[in-house]
């Protein structure tokens, strides 16, 4: 049994869903059943930065500028989250293309976190 933590089923047609930060593109995509890549392709974009070392390098203001255009909730409490603190998605989908086709490209216009 093969547990890919950190991974979506991308067998043959399977579709999914690749997720960005809280203010980027989020993808649909379709499986292309890579036994390389154990028929998986990645979950998101994955952190750069901890949440503790995020909070230390940027601000709510910080913040506020990445997520422009976006209806999001304000405050120093979500600074963590700031797009900033993951990797570029684009790279993600890039470096995934063996493993998956895109079927659709979602534009963040809201996002709720809990609490």
């Known amino acids: 049994m093969v547990d890919p933590k950190g991974a979506i089923d991308a067998h043959t047609g399977v579709l999914g869903l690749i997720p960005g ?30 949440r503790n070392e995020a909070r230390r390098r940027f601000t709510a203001e910080d913040l506020a500028r990445r997520m422009h255009g976006i209806e999001y909730r304000h405050g120093e409490q979500w600074v963590d989250e700031i797009p900033d603190a993951y990797k570029d998605i684009d790279v ?24």
């Open 92 to 115: 993600v989908m890039a470096d995934a293309a063996g493993l998956i086709e895109v079927e659709h490209e979602l534009r963040q216009v809201m996002n709720v976190k809990g609490t």
């Open 21 to 50: 930060s809280m203010g980027t593109r989020s993808y649909v995509v379709r499986g292309k059943g890579n036994p390389a890549g154990l028929c998986s392709a990645p979950h998101g974009a994955g952190r750069r930065f901890s």
